[in-house]
């Protein structure tokens, strides 16, 4: 397979070379687009990936670089970082299935990676492009996951790391690895857009590399969610692929992922993308209404912190994916948010606020009519249940009235009487114990 890869910008369609490290197009500023060359009708690319996933160590056991002819294939074993990540589980359980009212939904869970978000599989991409070319400092804007992976990757590959999120708006796990792994953390004053505009304005006048998913190596790594996903389903695509939306990184790495998975033959079909957004901040839903005749930006609110953006960067190649695919934009309340999370919790699964909505998108395209029962469909779960516990804390402990699947813990003196009077109290209630 000959390899050749540059990067053009999705707006003027400039090339710049594979080591270029302006953050976006020298001429009109449009956001840049990695080429990949000689891809189309690569024979035998699902065999070698197959063969790969035997592999203990090294970047074979990657679930990232096991794909590195469609992700970077001329990095070499001794540029990349990898913790390893991805390898995360597709599954199936009756209880969000049948909440979701669908024959089966299958969950891909990417809070099975090492920093507890999907975010690593494009900073393991990201980091080893910014060693490649000698970045001094790598930094990002963040509502706290790309923080968390962002400050992780830096740390392994030895770089200082810089931070900017929105004071007082980002959860507690996340906000505790960013700390814990070192990068310094600038808390600002405002919210996420206003801290990518400040990421992007410091790193510009201090020569930082800037890691957000505006840069083009992020999404290449993202990609490998749908390569993966793809490959635990042999091949044999799913009728739609749900993930939450905000920024839209990933809304537009989904599309790229499906273009050269069918383009390299990898796939005969291709899935539908259904984004979904959070009510309170869900510009790219109402644009949708719109077709996207306008490009919109809100004040966002929403209890889902990760996806609070009014301004999403990556527009454009995001409104890409949803054409190519035939795809919707859909959007749900933080109360379908909050049910969606307590089902996904309860089945034993778990996972953040933000990414229930994609399973609380599915019930509601189920409703309206736009999935079928026994469609095949494919939710992604963002991030894990301990990113955000201060929400967990407050749904089961706090809340007044206890929301309908509150799982209040009780305070006993510690005897044997109390802890049957607390069963026979639950029995008489009519709760399972
Ligand atoms: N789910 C989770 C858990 C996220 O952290 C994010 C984005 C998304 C979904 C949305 O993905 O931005 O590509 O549309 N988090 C970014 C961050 C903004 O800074 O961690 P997107």
Redo the contacts with the bound molecule.
Sequence with gaps: MSVLLSQRCERCRRTVGEFDTTPVCPDCGGLLEIELGGIANAPGLRATFAERRAARAGIDASGVWRYRELVLPTATSADIVTHPEGNTPLLARERISAWADMSELLVKHEGHNPTG???DRGMTVAMTQAKRTGARAVA??????????LAAYAAQAGIPALVFVPAGQVALG?LTQTLAYGALTLLVRGN?DACLTLARAASAALGIHLL??INPFRLEG?KSIVFELLEQMDWNAPDWIV???????????FGKALREAHLAGLISRVPRIA?IQASGAAPFAAAFRDQFATQLTVEPETIAT??R?GA?A?WDR?VRTIRETHGVVACVSDEEILEAKAVIDAAGVGC?P??A?SVAGVRQLRATGVIHADDRVAAVL??HLL?DPGIIARYHHETEPPPSRANRPVEIDPTVDAVARVLDQRRAAGVQS
Excluded: D, R, V
Excluded at 243 to 249: C, K, M, Q, R, T
């Design positions: 978000s999907f975010k990002c804007a963040s509502t706290g996951n790309t923080s968390a992976s996340k996420f957000n998913s993202q993930l939450p939306a905000g920024n839209l990184g990933n809304t537009a790495a984004a990760a996806i953006i999403p990556s995001a953040e933000a990414s909505a963002t991030g990113k």
